[in-house]
Each structure stands twice: as structure tokens, then as C-alpha cells.
């Protein structure tokens, strides 16, 4: 089976209030250049290669990947090429900030095997971007657009929050109409999710900004699905709507189990079998790589049951749903027989769609799906 390699660049030029990911403001080029410096020597020295896989992905995530300069990015590349056998058709993504790029280090990017860009627009409303914490403006994100296109870029992603603070429907219809004007191959399109220890959860429990309203959320999810499918895009995660053949194919080897290796601070790898998370805090990874010693905190071998639970919640996050053969063949028992009860219960909510064969999410079920995977975990 094909393997996916993902790298995390932590740097970001400032911080988001509702961020949660592992990141670092950007202080200057040289704790970059030491960050790369160590991700290339984690990578070389790689022991969780697996010589079966070939890698038929790549993908730079963030933070703001586009921080790094082409030659830090070439930097990082040869170190894959050497250590890895990678396919020559892959998908290379990576992952970019509206106003971080120019035309030319675009160019240069496209020279170096980008294929793919997704970046975070979040929202077209300038003040709603302000309330965030973010550095762009709504045009920043159509002249980023236009630079992607013009470098040459034709497979382009970027993503949106549902259900930001004071927004209502109409501005979330506004918000939906400009993205789809824009036409990108992909977009992703989440419900806001309120992280602990972050400064939105601080301001709303201050009551500076108000609690998210699920009933709302629900009505834009609707919409959502409503809308990018008139313009032909297909839904083929909770989150992710594409025009045809240009689905995540980094993102979907996690919906479907496949490996994924991943570098970097905070990266989680994927073997098929065991989880691996390495040190989330930056200077910590620097250290303990320059130092000569693992970067990886976690490590956990999947028992048949954990297996069994991550499969089926993964995969019933795709449209296409779990096919419960399959999972029976894997793991020996049918979800139909074993959990009939508690199916029929889902069912009568609508929140499932299921037969001796197969389950999926309904539309609704999208939207709680938490209450279904549940039942696996
Ligand atoms: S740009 Fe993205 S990764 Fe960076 S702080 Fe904002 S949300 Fe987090």
C-alpha cells in the first residue's frame, strides 16, 4: 500500500484566537532555518520507513508552511527523495496563507513539484477576520487566487469557518456565494469548534463573544451541502467538498487507514498499525534531534479493538460511508448484528442510513455525527 509523508512548519506570523494547532510566531529566519536543519535530520534518519510503501503523497501543513523559502523547501524535499522511494505522479500540497506569497516564490514552488495549494481563508468578512486574530483581508484571499493561478497552480483548496461569533446566516450565504465565485478545485468548509485554552474559549466565557449556536450550525451545514452541490461539487467528507477526481488524496489515506509518516513538532504518524506523536513544544524537537535522540513522545500499537474503532469512525466520516463486509472481514464481526439495537435508535433519529452491508451518515447525521461514532469508540 502507498504511503503518505506529511510535515509540520510550525511558524506562523501571528496567532489566531481560535488556533489549537502546534504552532510558534515567527521570531526570524534563523530559528527556521535551525527548525529545517533538524526536520531534514529527522527525516534522514528516519526509522520508520517502511520499504513496502512508496509514497505517493506529500504534504506540508502549519502553521504557514509558505514561511519557508524554496531553498528551505528544496532542502526538505531532497532529504525525502533520498530517504524514500516516491512515486513520480504524486500529490504535493502545501499549505499557504493568504498575503504570505509572492508570484515569483510561487513559481518557485511549482518548479519544485507543488502541485496543490490550500490555505485558510476562513471568512470574506473583513471584521469577522479582525475578531479572529487574522493578518488577511478578503481581497488578500482573491489576489492570492489570482497568483496561484497565474504560477500555474490548477488544483487549488482553500477553507472556511461556519458559525464564527455574531455571524448570522445571511452573512454565512455571502461568505459561501464569494468562495464559490472563485471557483477552487476543493474546499473545506468547518463548523467552528471552540478548543480549550484558546483565547476565543477565554472570550467567550468572559462573555465578550457569544456560544456558538448548534441549531444555527445545523442550518448552515444545510446550506453548505445545498449550495457547493449546484455547482457541482461533491461531497466526499463531513467537511470536504470537491469538483470530481480532485478529493484530498493526502487527506483520505487518514479517512481510510492508510500509513502516513509524518515529521516534524507535533506531526502524528501512522504505520497501519501503530500511532506515533512527537514532542509538541518546538525548541524541545530542535533539541532532541540535534541532540541524536527520537523526537516521538507517543507511541501506541493498536489493540484489534482500538483498529477496529478507528476504522469504522474514519471511514464513516467519508460520503461513501462503512462497508460492513469489509469491516467483517477485517475484524470478525458485523456492526448489523453486534449493535442492531443501538442502529435502529440512530436510524430512527436520521441520523444513520444502514443495511446488512453498509452504513453511512444522513445529512443530518453529518452534523451530530459525534453521537454515532460513539457507538464505535
Ligand atoms: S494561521 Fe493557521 S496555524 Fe497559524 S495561528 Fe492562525 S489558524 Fe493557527
Known amino acids: 500500500m502507498n504511503a503518505g509523508i506529511y510535515l509540520h512548519i510550525p511558524f506562523c506570523r501571528s496567532r489566531c484566537s481560535y488556533c489549537d494547532f502546534a504552532t510558534d510566531v515567527f521570531k526570524n529566519e534563523e530559528t527556521v532555518e535551525r527548525y529545517v536543519s533538524a526536520l531534514v535530520k529527522e527525516i534522514s534518519e528516519s526509522k520508520i520507513q517502511n520499504p513496502k510503501s512508496k509514497i505517493d503523497t506529500i504534504y506540508f501543513g502549519g502553521g504557514t508552511p ?9 532542502k526538505i524535499l531532497n532529504a525525502i527523495h533520498k530517504t524514500f522511494s516516491v512515486l513520480p505522479e504524486i500529490e504535493l500540497t502545501m499549505e499557504m496563507n493568504p ?60 477553507d472556511l469557518i461556519a458559525g464564527l461569533p455574531r455571524q448570522t446566516l445571511a452573512d454565512w450565504e455571502t461568505n459561501l456565494d464569494e468562495a464559490l465565485k472563485l471557483k477552487p478545485e476543493h474546499l473545506s468548509l468547518y463548523l467552528l469548534e471552540v478548543h480549550e485554552g484558546t483565547p476565543l474559549a477565554e472570550q467567550i466565557r468572559s462573555k465578550r463573544q457569544p456560544m456558538p449556536d448548534e441549531d444555527l450550525a445545523g ?73 541524536g535522540k527520537s523526537p516521538v513522545v507517543e507511541e501506541i500499537k493498536l489493540d484489534n479493538k482500538q483498529l477496529s474503532a478507528e476504522f469504522a469512525f474514519l471511514r464513516l466520516r467519508l460520503a461513501e460511508g462503512l462497508n460492513l463486509k469489509e469491516y467483517e472481514r477485517r475484524f470478525g464481526e458485523n456492526p448489523a448484528s453486534v449493535m ?38
Not at 509558505?66 to 528544496?74: A, G, H, N
Not at 470530481?244 to 504518524?269: D, I, L, Q
Not at 441520523?351 to 457507538?375: D, P, Q, W
Request: net charge negative; charged share 30%.
Open 340 to 377: 442492531a439495537e443501538d442502529l435502529a435508535r440512530l436510524g430512527d433519529l436520521g441520523l444513520i442510513e444502514y443495511s446488512e452491508n453498509h452504513l453511512k451518515l444522513t445529512r443530518k447525521g453529518m452534523v451530530y455525527s459525534n453521537e454515532v461514532f460513539a457507538l464505535f469508540v
Open 66 to 74: 509558505s514561511l519557508l523559502s524554496p531553498k528551505q523547501l528544496e
Open 219 to 291: 442550518e448552515m451545514y444545510e446550506l453548505i451541502v445545498e449550495k457547493t452541490a449546484e455547482k457541482g461539487y461533491a461531497q466526499y467528507e463531513i467537511s470536504n467538498f470537491s469538483l470530481p477526481e480532485f478529493e484530498s488524496k493526502h487527506n483520505s489515506k487518514y479517512w481510510r487507514c492508510e500509513p502516513v509518516f509524518a515529521f516534524g513538532v507535533s506531526a502524528h504518524s501512522f504505520d497501519g498499525e501503530t500511532r506515533r506523536a512527537n514532542e509538541r513544544d518546538t525548541n524541545k524537537y530542535v533539541s532532541l534531534v540535534e541532540s
Open 99 to 158: 498575503a504570505t506569497v509572492t508570484l515569483e516564490i510561487l513559481r518557485e514552488y511549482r518548479n519544485l513539484g507543488v502541485n496543490r495549494a490550500s490555505f485558510g481563508a476562513q471568512t470574506f468578512d473583513d471584521t469577522e477576520l479582525k475578531r479572529l486574530g487574522r493578518r488577511h483581508t478578503a481581497q488578500d484571499v482573491r489576489e492570492t487566487i489570482g497568483l496561484l493561478r497565474e504560477s500555474g497552480f490548477a488544483n487549488v483548496s482553500f
